[in-house]
């Protein structure tokens, strides 16, 4: 197997693990206007299309850089590393997750866990692995497609994080703000 098919094999895994994880959730509250969510969802969309199928006519011949053997095989880890970023995060949010922003049963603002290093872990984790994906395939398409999908979860944790301000309070929320990062540490 190739690192790149091993590669596709760990997003698809993630995916489909995911999609069955969203069985434990608890009751959806409230949630924003349907209209709010479209920014976030079409950008998001737009880079996973540029990252994962990318521009095959726009790509050809532009690979910026062949990645070793050895640097492939520690990208997939990379992969990996940010799939588990990700699962710790949802674990560790238990039955207030969901795909989308919406306000659960007992909500409350978690700071623990991988919830005190960043705000927004499960989207931190996707950029890890989607920045392992683009460095892997080397073409701009893909690099290109790696900011579009930095650019739609900055856009969904702002509402997410506007959304919950009003729905939990803003002293709470802006104090564990202050302190913790959106999506990077310390940024």
């Not at 608890?26 to 540029?50: C, D, F, H, K, M």
């Not at 011949?61 to 995060?89: Q, R």
């Amino acid at each position: 197997m190739s690192p790149l098919a091993a590669m596709l094999w760990l997003w698809g895994a993630w995916v489909v693990s995911w999609i069955i994880a969203a069985s434990w959730s608890n009751l959806t509250v409230a949630r924003p206007r349907l209209g709010s969510e479209l920014t976030y969802r079409t950008t998001t969309i737009a880079g996973v299309v540029l990252l994962f199928v990318g521009g095959h006519r726009l790509d050809s011949g532009l690979k910026l850089w062949e990645v070793p053997p050895a640097a492939s095989w520690c990208l997939v880890g990379l992969t990996v590393a940010g799939f588990a970023f990700c699962w710790w995060a949802r674990i560790h949010l238990g039955r207030m997750w969901s795909s989308s922003v919406t306000r659960k049963a007992d909500h409350h603002i978690v700071d623990t866990g991988p919830y005190a290093l960043v705000r927004h872990p499960i989207y931190t984790g996707v950029i890890v692995a989607a920045a392992a994906m683009a460095v892997l395939k080397a073409t701009p398409v893909a690099f290109a497609g790696w900011a579009v999908v930095i650019l739609g979860f900055w856009f969904k944790a702002r509402l997410e994080e506007r959304f919950l301000r009003n729905e939990l309070g803003p002293e709470a929320y802006d104090t564990y703000a202050k302190r913790t990062g959106m999506l990077f540490p310390c940024l």
